[in-house]
Every structure is written in C-alpha cells, then in structure tokens.
C-alpha cells in the first residue's frame, strides 16, 4: 500500500495563470475527493468521482475549475486563470465503498498553491 | 444549513488525559471521523463511530451520541508527537463526502 501521492508538492504561479494537479490513489480504490484547505480551517469538499464518473461537484468549485478521472484510476484538477483566492493546499483523498461499512477516506499530503 | 463546531485550541501536558469535543448540525448523518493533521502533512484517520457509543482503539477513544449531535475524541496518556490539529469530519449524505469541521489545534506541553 503506497498511500495517496500528490504532484506536485508546492506550484508557485502568477496570477492568471493555469496549473493543473495530480491524484494518484490508493489502487484499489473506486472513489476519489478533492478538497480544498486554508490556513486554520477544515478542508472544504470540492468534488468526487466514483471510477471514471465524477458524482458531485461543490458550489465552491467555479467554471474556473475542473477535475478529470479518465481511467478510473489518477486524477487532474485543473485551475484556469487563476485568482488569488485560489492560494491554499489541494487535498487528495481516496476510498474503497461497497465493504457494508463506511470506510474511511485517506489523504494525500496535498499541493500547496501560491499565487504571486 | 451544515455546521460543525470544535474548539480552536486545547493544551494539555505530556501523560495527561484530554478530551476533544465536536457538535454538529447537519441536514443527514451517515457517520463522523476523526482524523489527526500535522501541520503541512496529511490528515491521518483515527476513529470512525456511526452507533452512539464509545469506539476504543489503542491511546485514542471516540465517542457518539446521535440525538445529541455530540461527539468527543479522548486521548490518554499524551506524549508530545500528539501536538496536531484534530479535524472532526461528519459523511452527511451517504455520497461519502466529508463536511469537516474547523479543527483543534492541541498543544502537548513537556
């Protein structure tokens, strides 16, 4: 189990610029999230897929933003023209669903985005 | 609305016993976890509860009580790597997307 990995681990950019992130999950896991966290708070749901499908996007995520899945397996999240207020850390998570139990969501270590 | 509410920050010192509280309104319930983040690391799972009651593993206890909206993470014999933020996460909907809350920064003092 090589856990959820994250690339890349810090992205500075000027402002208006695009970046893109990358997930790779846990393996077997169906269900991938992105969140979104800033200093000092939780971190805030922005999207979800189940294998390729993505289920549920967050009414945080603007037309800015999208994310792919398109093999079920890694997954991009793509932030166009970029804001200011992007500036946080983009969290990865995966889990497995279908074992009768809530099973739990395990985290990557993020990329930290910085707009200039 | 969701809401999820924890105390900013806790110190306690090194041996001792602390308990972290979470109370939540939210519109469904399908589960609440614990999870432990150091700082500019991932968060960590520690605990899960979906029936009221008390989930025991290891130093680390969680506790549920549905009708109250009220959760608690106890950590006993506290050693100074449990300095971290403790995030309480309830699944609300059944899609198995977290609503955390904002956090517990613990200071375990020598």
């Known amino acids: 189990d090589t856990g959820v990995s994250q690339n890349p681990r810090h992205k500075i950019t000027k402002r208006g610029q695009n970046v893109t992130f990358r997930c790779d999950p846990i393996?077997?896991?169906?269900?991938l999230y992105w969140y979104r966290q800033t200093l000092g708070q939780g971190p805030e749901f922005l999207t979800y897929f189940q294998n390729e499908a993505q289920l549920e996007k967050s009414r945080l995520l603007s037309d800015r933003f999208s994310a792919e899945r398109p093999k079920g397996s890694f997954s991009t999240l793509e932030i166009q023209r970029t804001e200011q207020g992007d500036s946080a850390m983009y969290l990865c998570?995966?889990?497995?669903?279908?074992?009768?139990?809530?099973?739990?969501?395990?985290f990557g270590d993020g990329t930290r985005l910085s707009i200039l | 609305g969701q809401n999820i509410d924890q105390p900013t920050e806790m110190t306690a010192t090194e041996g001792a016993i602390v308990q972290i509280n979470c109370t939540y309104q939210t519109s469904g319930f399908n589960g609440l976890f614990w999870y432990q983040q150091h700082a500019g690391e991932a968060p960590t799972f520690l605990s899960y509860n979906v029936l009221d009651g008390l989930e025991e593993k290891g130093r680390f206890s969680s506790f549920l009580s549905r009708s109250k909206g009220y959760s608690y993470l106890l950590l006993k014999e506290l050693q100074m790597k449990d300095s971290a933020s403790y995030l309480c996460?309830?699944?609300?909907?059944?899609?198995?997307?977290?609503?955390f809350g904002t956090g517990t920064r613990l200071k375990v003092l020598a």
């Open positions: 393996s077997e896991h169906n269900r």
């Open positions: 996460a309830v699944d609300t909907s059944g899609t198995y997307k977290y609503i």
């Open positions: 998570a995966s889990s497995l669903t279908g074992q009768g139990r809530n099973q739990p969501q395990h």
